[in-house]
Nanobody, 125 residues
Framework: HVQVVESGGGLVQTGASLRLSCVASGRIAPGTAMGWFRQAPGKEREFVAAISWRGGTRDYADSVKGRFTISRDNAENSVYLQMNSLRPEDTTVYYC??????????????????WGVGTLVTVSS
């Protein structure tokens, strides 16, 4: 079993930056993919970014390309999301995701193996 814990959410102003962190504990095998999703109240959970085991493949939602950067530290079983130029529409709960392997379907929430409990990001206008 894998436990996933996010941190780093908070309240910032438009244009500010924020860095989310996620630590996964348990059996993290080589090849494990990690990523971030977000979900607003009443809406479906949506893909934000994902990164492959060695970091060679990174995918982003169109809405965050050029503003967000995903990275990871396998020694710490951690994944990070650097969020720059934040906008009010980025306000929502962000979830860390862990999946046994990376594939083109990683953007689908139903393919994720483990989720964190979420961290709230609020961007004021």
């Amino acid at each position: 079993h894998v436990q996933v814990v996010e941190s780093g959410g908070g309240l910032v102003q438009t244009g500010a930056s924020l860095r989310l962190s996620c630590v996964a504990s348990g059996r993290i095998a080589p090849g494990t993919a990690m990523g971030w999703f977000r979900q607003a109240p009443g809406k479906e959970r949506e893909f934000v970014a994902a990164i492959s085991w060695r970091g060679g493949t990174r995918d982003y939602a169109d809405s965050v390309k050029g503003r967000f950067t995903i990275s990871r530290d396998n020694a710490e079983n951690s994944v990070y999301l650097q969020m720059n130029s934040l906008r009010p529409e980025d306000t929502t709960v962000y979830y860390c995701a862990v999946r046994a392997y990376y594939s083109s379907t990683l953007y689908r929430p139903d393919t994720i193996d483990y989720w964190g409990v979420g961290t709230l990001v609020t961007v004021s206008s």
